[in-house]
């Protein structure tokens, strides 16, 4: 197969996340809302906290052993352990909980992300938070939520705009991000924050309209920009340009408010 996906290829890849995400609810549900061990990664950003648990790795293990399974030329790439490469054009990334955080501390805004990648850009997204039974998949031809297509709301202003970052004190690399990330937020209608990966479903709900992050991995980006685009938004970094690597994120369901929200980072 080329790196140049059909349409047919498009919707057996999606079929394929199905599969995933329901490989990756039946480890992550044993484990939430339980007693759990949390280890430390080490410092992250601005916290000296970044835990991860049995869920976030048996979780990946069994996203991965289905990979491998149906794809095994593809390459993969996950949060919990060392990527596999093969040399092919396709590669598999994983968060199996994006949000641990939360995950730990029992509350549903958690999810498991997985995307492919055609070395230029995710071709197709999952957003599975199995505990809320929502599956959000994104693909060219549209981005569903439990197999219905849904849509960015319009927001041309971010005075009437709701706006989020995971979190606004510990998530910027250093004080002036988080400046330029309250110079947006004191503008718009309403800034709710503290929902991880949820967040980004919910502008491709049309229930949120701006994200703005920093810091990010491939793994916590890529399966969310199909997501969002297939709804209608745009992700990019703080400059307008491609987000699928990490770092400085923002992602909006209106262009025209993007194009705002870029002014104000880089004012």
């Known amino acids: 197969m080329s790196n140049s996906a059909s349409v047919k290829d498009y919707k057996a890849y999606a079929d394929f996340l199905h599969q995933l995400g329901d490989a990756a609810a039946a480890v992550s ?8 061990d949390v280890v430390n990664k080490g410092p992250k950003l601005g916290s000296d906290f970044d835990p991860v648990t049995i869920a976030d790795k048996n979780t990946e293990n069994a996203i991965r052993s289905l990979i491998r399974s149906r794809f095994p030329s593809h390459n993969i790439h996950g949060e919990e352990t060392s990527p596999e490469q093969n040399n092919s054009h396709y590669t598999w990334v994983i968060d199996p909980i994006d949000g ?6 029992g509350i549903p805004t958690w999810g498991t992300l997985i995307s492919l990648f055609d070395g230029t850009k995710p071709l197709v ?6 505990y809320l039974k929502e599956r959000y998949i994104g693909t060219p031809d549209g981005t569903t939520l439990n197999g219905v297509k849904i849509a960015c ?3 041309p202003d971010i005075k009437h705009a709701t706006i989020s970052t995971t979190d606004p004190l510990q998530f910027f690399t250093d004080e002036n991000e988080q400046d330029r990330f309250f110079c947006v937020a004191s503008r718009a209608k309403l800034m709710r924050n503290g929902f991880d990966c949820y967040a980004y ?3 491709a709900a049309g229930h949120m309209d701006v994200v703005i992050e920093s810091g990010l991995e491939p793994y916590d980006i890529q399966a969310l920009i199909p997501i969002i685009e297939g709804a209608g938004g745009i992700v990019t970094n703080w400059q307008g340009g491609p987000a699928h690597h990490g770092g400085q994120v923002l992602a909006c369901g209106d262009r025209r408010l993007h ?5 104000l980072l880089n004012q």
């Open 100 to 105: 641990t955080r939360a995950f730990i501390c």
């Open 201 to 203: 479903a919910m502008i």
């Open 259 to 263: 194009k705002q929200v870029i002014e």
């Open 125 to 130: 997204g999952l957003l599975d938070q199995p």
């Open 29 to 36: 549900l044993k484990y939430f809302k339980k007693p759990l």
């Open 153 to 155: 709301r319009p927001c």
